[in-house]
């Protein structure tokens, strides 16, 4: 008898996810039922596999979506975040282990003492971020403290970015996920971290010029900005004696201070809607951020307004995305700033057909060993291989298949709603990823604390 | 039988209200009771003048309100505005007339079919700003549509201040009314207007670098950020067809560049707890918001981030309010910045025993008249007395009595939930406040639209 799989969602990020069980499928005895409300937008080669069934489903009705999870040894449920709850509420009334990519939300979280209770494990987190970030960090923190290290410093930087061969644009950047969250990332409150022992706070409008830069061999250098959760996992990583904590976003470098000019002239707001934006040209939707002149001109403006230098590269930027043009319209009626600048940037920043995307990951690890201060930095580098089969629907989706099938064979045990911080969650884990090219580089380095070039003599 | 006047609420407001009533009781057979939750803290002259009754009244205590309500021929809501819907609802029971001071909610507006079934007069935003500024403006606006004229501007400014002769800080600045609210200024969202036609945004963190002056005789120079809500009035006041509204805050010159700092920063941020906000030192607050040095000193970081040139008049004032001092301390526990900012401005900026406040009101009315645009611009100084009888008082609390008294005589007669802009009611108080010294001058002066200044030959 086969062990059943029941992987509910079948979106883009799923490409890897499904290819992984598919090759395993005969060797370790699966039987894979995709589920979707459309499953028939799924390649040939998976949709006529002998391992596979496809299930259309509306997960909303109640009873086909029971029935599918009560059928299934082990449920995947690649769904947007919000919608995991009602399929973990299955998952105990079945008694079925379930495997999410998404942050452990209030609502599941308060599901933990039923799994226990059950003897399930509902692993969560466990793509790329969240997901590979956890694991690749723990490994490194559980092996200095293995060897008798204190953590003094934690930093966690992650970007989707374009490949450096389809990377060609002013911005060195396009979209390789959603849209939406690009356009509206770092707002919602200020970017909280600690740094040497001191807390600080970074508010939006500050965000995209406190950039720090990182170079990766091989590949250049890049830039972060913070994110607003830098300290949510100083208890999970058991950080909370780490002088410094903080997580960012990766780009390349450039990007941040470019952005910063939609954020300063007030283009990312989505909380209002704008006057007749329908039909409003690219050039009258910049000239809404700006003061009124009956002569001036909307450059002239922009500039003077941004205090943009005549030879300031940042300028092209703008140009390049057709932000002055008077002929380019919004299509979308009654939109909010954000969204109407979301349509002016998918015109320029959508992948093409060929155009390959990149993952990048950096951490750094302070610690103290010995009574010496030491410094681990490590770097991933994951490309995409087309638009379909891309370094982020491999990066989040073969943590998901790993774990399924860890999971499956017994050999993840710990019981209750978790994330992968576990040793036998991510020993085997990254070292499989290996494998599939997924690999982080390790440097030991002088350990220099935090803005080590400011410290005088 | 005299008529009985309800007053609830006696905050620092109702001086002059009380006053007003006090003078008028003999002659207009007046009873005014006062219900607070401690009305002995009233001047000795209001508690045993003969024409008044002190309630000490909880107003949750829903028996003893809607006694006190039953009892009055007249209802005044003196209460921070969230609290006026239980009284209006008392008073739709109770079939009385009710005056209030604060913008009309959406709880409030909702009554108005009861109100009007009920012949009853719900008289709200009768008060400076709302109420002098709605009253003023609908005169001048009536009367240039008296005349044939068709309107083609509005702006609108109104600024609590400090009086010259009190005005002894860099910042020319007071807290004259809730602080809080002053660091609050601007935030909730974009402030949105029209100018010659086209709509326009202005993000929080850009808010104070779009200021604009105006001259005062007298007085000098003020200058005005923009409210968020300059088209709110647009169908009140009947100008759907002009092509620019525009409302503003006043400050004195100079006071919008500096209070950015703050705002670039982050110390107005009101939505997130600061941790271990209690015993922070003045500089440790600073220092919150500025990048990390092992070395550099606050001053200089401070400098750098914000680009304060060594010669830049901001600095000063940044010294002036001690926000560098190592040993003034934070006292709030769990505070926000917002907060804590506040602490350190009222450390400042709180009126002294004879300090005296300022309230400056100025209009500019531009319209067609026979063919020709024309401009009239109306303004508005009204100086306080002391820290108890300030302009803001007055300026508030006299509109208020007017218009009881006048609802009282039958002299406003329209029902409904109301504000102030028709004639029975702006023409009698706007000539009575004249008697108190409350002024508006009005002058011709030659249509320039917006900017006039950047427009070239």
């Given at each position: 008898?086969?062990?059943?799989?029941?992987?509910?969602?079948?979106?883009?990020?799923?490409?890897?996810?499904?290819?992984?069980?598919?090759?395993?499928?005969?060797?370790?005895?699966?039987?894979?039922?995709?589920?979707?409300?459309?499953?028939?937008?799924?390649?040939?080669?998976?949709?006529?596999?002998?391992?596979?069934?496809?299930?259309?489903?509306?997960?909303?009705?109640?009873?086909?979506?029971?029935?599918?999870?009560?059928?299934?040894?082990?449920?995947?449920?690649?769904?947007?975040?919000?919608?995991?709850?009602?399929?973990?509420e299955?998952?105990?009334?079945?008694?079925k282990?379930?495997?999410?990519?998404?942050?452990?939300s209030?609502?599941?979280?308060?599901?933990?003492?039923a799994?226990?209770e059950?003897?399930?494990?509902?692993?969560?987190?466990?793509?790329?971020?969240?997901?590979?970030?956890?694991?690749?960090?723990?490994?490194?923190?559980?092996?200095?403290?293995?060897?008798?290290?204190?953590?003094?410093?934690?930093?966690?930087?992650?970007?989707?970015?374009?490949?450096?061969?389809?990377?060609?644009?002013?911005?060195?950047?396009?979209?390789?996920?959603?849209?939406?969250?690009?356009?509206?990332?770092?707002?919602?409150?200020?970017?909280?971290?600690?740094?040497?022992?001191?807390?600080?706070?970074?508010p939006?409008?500050?965000?995209?010029?406190?950039?720090?830069?990182?170079?990766?061999?091989?590949?250049?250098?890049f830039?972060?900005?913070?994110?607003?959760?830098?300290?949510?996992?100083?208890?999970?990583?058991?950080?909370?004696?780490?002088?410094?904590l903080?997580?960012?976003?990766?780009?390349?470098?450039?990007?941040?201070?470019?952005?910063?000019?939609?954020?300063?002239?007030?283009?990312?707001?989505?909380?209002?809607?704008?006057?007749n934006?329908?039909?409003?040209?690219?050039?009258?939707?910049?000239?809404?951020?700006?003061?009124?002149?009956?002569?001036?001109?909307?450059e002239?403006?922009?500039?003077?307004?941004?205090?943009?230098?005549?030879d300031?590269?940042?300028?092209?930027?703008?140009?390049?995305?057709?932000?002055?043009?008077?002929?380019?319209?919004?299509?979308?009626?009654?939109?909010?700033?954000?969204?109407?600048?979301?349509?002016i940037?998918?015109?320029?920043?959508?992948?093409?057909?060929?155009?390959?995307?990149?993952?990048?990951?950096?951490?750094?690890?302070?610690?103290?060993?010995?009574?010496?201060?030491?410094?681990?930095?490590?770097?991933?580098?994951?490309?995409?291989?087309?638009?379909?089969?891309?370094?982020?629907a491999?990066?989040?989706?073969?943590?998901?298949?790993?774990?399924?099938?860890?999971?499956?064979?017994?050999?993840?045990?710990?019981?209750?709603?978790?994330?992968?911080?576990?040793?036998?969650?991510?020993?085997?884990?990254?070292?499989?990823?290996?494998?599939?090219?997924?690999?982080?580089?390790?440097?030991?380095?002088?350990y220099?604390?935090?803005?080590?070039?400011?410290v005088?003599?």
């Amino acid at each position: 008898m086969p062990r059943k799989i029941l992987v509910i969602g079948a979106g883009k990020s799923t490409s890897y996810l499904l290819d992984y069980f598919l090759d395993k499928a005969a060797s370790e005895g699966l039987h894979i039922t995709i589920a979707d409300l459309r499953p028939d937008h799924l390649p040939l080669s998976v949709r006529t596999h002998p391992h596979t069934s496809l299930l259309p489903l509306d997960i909303f009705d109640d009873e086909a979506r029971k029935k599918a999870v009560k059928e299934a040894d082990i449920v995947v449920s690649m769904l947007p975040a919000r919608l995991h709850i009602t399929i973990a509420e299955d998952c105990i009334a079945f008694q079925k282990n379930l495997v999410t990519a998404s942050y452990v939300s209030k609502e599941m979280k308060a599901l933990d003492p039923a799994v226990r209770e059950r003897g399930l494990i509902f692993m969560n987190e466990i793509g790329l971020d969240p997901g590979i970030d956890h694991m690749s960090a723990m490994q490194v923190i559980d092996g200095i403290r293995a060897q008798g290290g204190k953590m003094l410093l934690f930093e966690s930087f992650t970007g989707g970015l374009v490949a450096p061969e389809s990377d060609n644009n002013l911005w060195n950047y396009k979209f390789t996920w959603n849209p939406r969250n690009v356009v509206l990332a770092g707002q919602g409150g200020a970017a909280k971290f600690i740094q040497e022992g001191t807390y600080k706070y970074i508010p939006y409008h500050k965000l995209f010029r406190r950039t720090e830069f990182m170079d990766i061999e091989g590949y250049g250098t890049f830039e972060a900005y913070a994110n607003r959760d830098s300290l949510d996992y100083r208890e999970v990583y058991g950080l909370q004696e780490a002088l410094t904590l903080y997580r960012g976003t990766i780009r390349r470098v450039g990007f941040s201070k470019a952005w910063n000019m939609f954020v300063q002239l007030g283009m990312t707001d989505d909380s209002y809607v704008v006057e007749n934006s329908e039909g409003m040209s690219y050039r009258e939707f910049t000239n809404l951020f700006l003061p009124y002149s009956p002569t001036d001109s909307v450059e002239l403006k922009l500039r003077h307004y941004l205090k943009i230098d005549q030879d300031d590269s940042t300028w092209s930027k703008l140009q390049e995305i057709n932000l002055f043009d008077p002929h380019k319209k919004i299509k979308l009626k009654r939109a909010t700033p954000a969204q109407m600048l979301q349509q002016i940037l998918e015109d320029s920043w959508t992948l093409a057909e060929e155009d390959k995307d990149m993952i990048v990951m950096y951490h750094k690890f302070g610690f103290v060993l010995d009574g010496k201060k030491r410094q681990i930095d490590a770097n991933m580098v994951v490309l995409g291989e087309n638009r379909t089969h891309t370094a982020m629907a491999k990066t989040v989706g073969l943590p998901v298949a790993m774990a399924t099938l860890l999971i499956l064979n017994g050999q993840i045990r710990k019981t209750g709603v978790q994330i992968p911080i576990q040793k036998e969650v991510y020993t085997p884990i990254l070292k499989e990823l290996q494998s599939y090219g997924v690999v982080f580089k390790e440097f030991e380095v002088p350990y220099l604390g935090y803005y080590p070039d400011s410290v005088a003599g």
